[in-house]
C-alpha cells in the first residue's frame, strides 16, 4: 500500500481505478479517461495533486537562496503573489526538479515541487540553503486540487468563502491569493484556464465534495497526463531529468540570465551548452499515419541522425498521436519514428498541440 492523499477515501467510494504513482495511490480514471479529458477541454474537471510538495521558504536571506537556487531569477517577481516557473539545477546543468515557486514579499515564498521527488528535493533545497539566513519549512498537512477548464474558476468560485470570491475571479493568470487558510492560485497543468487551491488537509475532502456538487467532474492520472502533453508540458522524469538540461528539454525560457553576476547553481555549465550549436532540440512530433507514439521509441531523421521520443499517446482533442521528442541538431520538419519494426511518417513541429481547448498546429 502506497501513500495516501486526505482525498483517497473520495476516490475509492467513487470507483476510481486505483494505481501507484511515485510511492502514492492516486485515481487513474473514475470510469472513462477520454471522457474526463473532453471534460476538461469543454467544461470543468478537477484532479486531487494532494501528492504535490509544497514548501515555504522564509526568512531576510529568502531572495538571495532562491536566486541562487533556481535558474529563473525571483528578483523579477514584484506584484504580491506572482508565481513564476523554473528548475532547480545541478552543477552540471541537470534538472534536479521543475517547480512553481509564488512570491509575497522579499522574505516570504511558497514553493510547489513534484510528489515523487520530494525526498530528494528538500535534501537538494536544505544543503542549497546552508550559507543563507533562510527558514525552508515543508507544509504536509495540506490538500491541492486542480480545477482546470473554460468553466472551472465559475464553478469553483461558488465553493469560495464569500468575502474571499471576488478576488479570486479576479486573479490574473500565474498569480497567487492568500485567502485565510485558503490558496487560491490561477495556474495548472492542461493548458487550460483553472485554478489550483491548497487548503487544510482536514477540509480537502469537503471542497472536493462541494466542487463535485457545483458540477466539476473528478479526474484521474491519465485525463492530467493527455492534456499536459497535447498542452506541451513537461513531465519530470520523462521529458527531463538530472541526465538533461533545460536546453535540451525546451525549458530555455526559463534561465534568466540577467543580470550576468547572478551565479545560480548550474550556469557555468548551462554557458558551455548555450554555445554548442550541436545541442539536441526539443520538438513535438504529429503522426501522419495510424498508430500511437510511445515513450522512448526511436526518432530517425534521414541524414541527420537519430533520437528518441520522452512522452507519447493519443492525443483525444486532435484524435492524432503526439509526441515530445529530443531529437538531435538540425533544420528539418520532417522525420521517422520506428514502431515493430516499420518506420512512420512523423511531422517535427513546435508545441504546444492544444491551448484553451484550440489546435495550435495544423492537423
Known sequence: MGKRTPLY??????????VDFGGWDMPLHYGSQ???HHAVRQHAGMFDVSHMTVVDVDGEGATDFLRRLLANDVARLTVVGKAMYSCMLRPDGGVV????????????????VNAATRDKDLAWINKQSGNFEVTV?????????????????QLAATVIPQQWRAAALALKPFMALEADDLFIARTGYTGEDGWELIVPADQGASYWQ???????????????????????????GTDMDETTSPLESGLGWTIAWEPDERDFVGRCALTEMRANNERRRFCG??????????NHLRVVVDGVGEGE??????????ERSIAL??????????????MRGKLFDVRVVKPPFVRNGVATIEV
Request: with cysteine.
Open 9 to 18: 477515501d473520495a476516490h475509492a467510494v467513487a470507483g476510481a481505478r486505483i
Open 34 to 36: 477520454l471522457e474526463e
Open 97 to 112: 526538479d521543475d517547480l512553481i515557486v509564488y512570491f509575497f514579499d522579499r522574505t516570504h515564498y511558497r514553493v510547489v
Open 137 to 153: 519549512t515543508e507544509r504536509p498537512k495540506t490538500a491541492m486540487i486542480a480545477v482546470q477548464g473554460p468553466q472551472a474558476r
Open 210 to 236: 462541494q466542487f463535485v456538487n457545483a458540477g466539476i467532474r473528478p479526474c484521474g492520472l491519465g485525463a492530467r497526463d493527455t492534456l499536459r502533453l497535447e498542452a506541451g508540458m513537461n513531465l519530470y
Open 285 to 294: 512530433l504529429l503522426l501522419e499515419g495510424r498508430g500511437v507514439l510511445r
Open 309 to 318: 521520443i520522452t512522452s507519447g499517446g493519443f492525443s483525444p482533442t486532435l
Open 325 to 338: 521528442a529530443r531529437l538531435p541538431a538540425g533544420d528539418y520538419d520532417r522525420a521517422q519514428v520506428e
